[in-house]
């Protein structure tokens, strides 16, 4: 039986900083986020056992202490879940700002009874920062339902 899942979360995501806290195009940043997202649309289907659901719209305003990672951030998710609760999940992931964009994907586990989420993401710089890349490694608490998520963001050289 599919559980009703709020499309709405907001993600805190904590950091600290590394060398290069100036922005160096050729030091490791990383940085804290407060991410707000709003989910709609898409659609649920059973394939024998596993409930998948795919084109869930992702909208999200995202502030950063990395001016770089702040910025609204599109995307489409899609979630594979078992009987138990687990799964996987995936999304596109496009954060864009006036000083440029990241373009890339995330995937992630979901652990037993729709619990802890934990999410990998990479992203590529485009505009102002051509050359540099994101990631992202995302941890929820709890379920989605929960704003207690934490992470630890990096931008680097795309070397």
């Known amino acids: 039986m599919k559980r009703s899942r709020p499309w709405a979360c907001a ?3 904590v950091a600290g900083c590394m060398a290069g806290c100036a922005g160096s195009p050729s030091a ?9 997202c709003g989910f709609g ?4 289907q059973m394939v024998g056992d596993v409930d998948r659901t795919a084109g869930v719209q992702m909208a999200c305003r995202v502030e950063s202490s990395d001016p770089r990672a702040s910025g609204n951030q599109t995307g489409t ?12 999940l995936w999304h596109t992931y496009r954060l864009a700002n006036d000083g440029g964009s990241w373009e890339g994907a ?9 619990g802890t989420h934990r999410i990998h993401v990479i ?3 485009t505009g102002g920062y051509a050359g540099l890349r994101l990631e992202l490694d995302v ?3 709890s379920d989605t339902t929960s704003a207690d ?8 050289p795309d070397r």
């Open 11 to 13: 993600l805190l995501v």
């Open 28 to 36: 490791s940043t990383t940085f804290t986020q407060l991410i707000i």
């Open 41 to 44: 649309g898409g659609s649920t």
């Open 77 to 88: 998710v899609a979630i594979e879940e078992l009987p138990d609760g687990s799964g996987h």
């Open 106 to 114: 995330s995937t992630g586990l979901i652990a037993a009874g729709y």
């Open 123 to 125: 992203a590529t710089g």
């Open 139 to 141: 941890v929820t608490a």
């Open 149 to 156: 998520y934490t992470s630890i963001g990096t931008i680097r």
